[in-house]
């Protein structure tokens, strides 16, 4: 095999992990992405929640203290 057939092979071979590599990064980038998005939708749905549970508790009767005895003293 001349030396030219020889570079040939591993340009192609290159090229072929290039190719490949580059499917790789453009899944992995979109994967990213989708990712990113449904982290805000949860955290919108957190901040959301938090909101609702402040509501629900600022509705709720205040609490004994803890400091005070059961009523059966």
Same mark, same amino acid.
């Given at each position: 095999?001349?030396?030219?057939? &020889?570079?040939?092979?591993? @340009? +192609?071979?290159?090229?072929?992990?290039?190719?490949?590599?580059?499917? +790789?990064?453009?899944? @992995?980038s979109?994967?990213?992405?989708?990712?990113?998005? $449904?982290?805000?939708? @949860?955290?919108?749905?957190?901040?959301?929640?938090?909101?609702?549970?402040g509501?629900?508790? &600022? &509705?709720v $009767?205040?609490?004994?203290? &803890?400091?005070?005895?059961?009523?059966?003293?």
């Amino acid at each position: 095999m001349s030396e030219i057939d &020889d570079l040939q092979q591993r @340009l +192609t071979a290159l090229e072929s992990h290039s190719a490949h590599q580059d499917g +790789t990064i453009e899944d @992995l980038s979109e994967m990213v992405n989708r990712q990113w998005q $449904e982290i805000e939708v @949860l955290k919108r749905l957190v901040s959301e929640l938090r909101a609702r549970l402040g509501r629900v508790e &600022d &509705d709720v $009767e205040p609490r004994a203290p &803890d400091d005070q005895p059961p009523p059966h003293y």
